[in-house]
T-cell receptor
């Protein structure tokens, strides 16, 4: 079942602007990840933040995690047209020797040139 | 090689057909996954294999039958599907242990249409 909700569902911005997406989840987690999916393609892992971390950076990406509010945000700075994609948060739990990801509902980001 | 490959890219099948989806990775990952994704929805986990053994089956109907013949290959056998099974089927893999085991590498997917 779907673990989290993301907002906004859709976001349209101009190239060069910053984009912020939010994710909320329901249960305790080991970590939270963000993935990008270009239209009709596979998902690409962007960044992972552990449950004991509050903020993490990777290039133009900044992720925050607030476990007390069960929420996370993804900030993409200086957006480019190539950033146009769907973005999903995913919470990870351990199930024996397997790792289970549950994805949020996703945000469709459109960056206009 | 950090790629997960899936074949075929597109598949159209009738409700009485039997077909198979294939997934392959050569990253030494010992966990492999099948997901189903409907349009404008997030991926939904179907099956997880860990060390070639089925460890999670998310109550998937028996018309979907997974198989992991070796550590690099994952198949999904399809039989007597329904039109509502039309979706993008994604394969993924990950390391079996440690924090990296949560980072999954996805293939490009197979777009399945059931007529």
């Amino acid at each position: 079942s779907q673990q989290g909700e993301e907002d906004p569902q859709a976001l349209s911005i101009q190239e060069g602007e910053n984009a912020t997406m939010n994710c909320s989840y329901k249960t305790s987690i080991n970590n939270l990840q963000w993935y990008r999916q270009n239209s009709g393609r596979g998902l690409v892992h962007l960044i992972l933040i552990r449950s004991n971390e509050r903020e993490k950076h990777s290039g133009r990406l900044r992720v925050t995690l607030d476990t007390s509010k069960k929420s996370s945000s993804l900030l993409i700075t200086a957006s480019r047209a190539a950033d146009t994609a769907s973005y999903f948060c995913a919470t990870g739990i351990s199930s024996g020797s397997a790792r289970q990801l549950t994805f949020g509902s996703g945000t469709q980001l459109t960056v206009l040139p | 090689d950090t790629e997960v490959t899936q074949t075929p890219k597109h598949l159209v099948m009738g409700m009485t057909n039997k077909k198979s989806l294939k997934c392959e990775q050569h990253m030494g990952h010992r966990a492999m996954y099948w997901y189903k994704q409907k349009a404008k929805k997030p991926p939904e986990l179907m099956f997880v294999y860990s060390y070639e053994k089925l460890s999670i089956n998310e109550s998937v109907p028996s018309r979907f039958s997974p198989e992991c013949p070796n550590s690099s290959l994952l198949n999904l056998h399809l039989h007597a599907l329904q039109p509502e099974d039309s979706a993008l089927y994604l394969c993924a893999s990950s390391h079996p242990r440690g924090l990296a085991s949560y980072e999954q590498y996805f293939g490009p997917g197979t777009r399945l249409t059931v007529t």
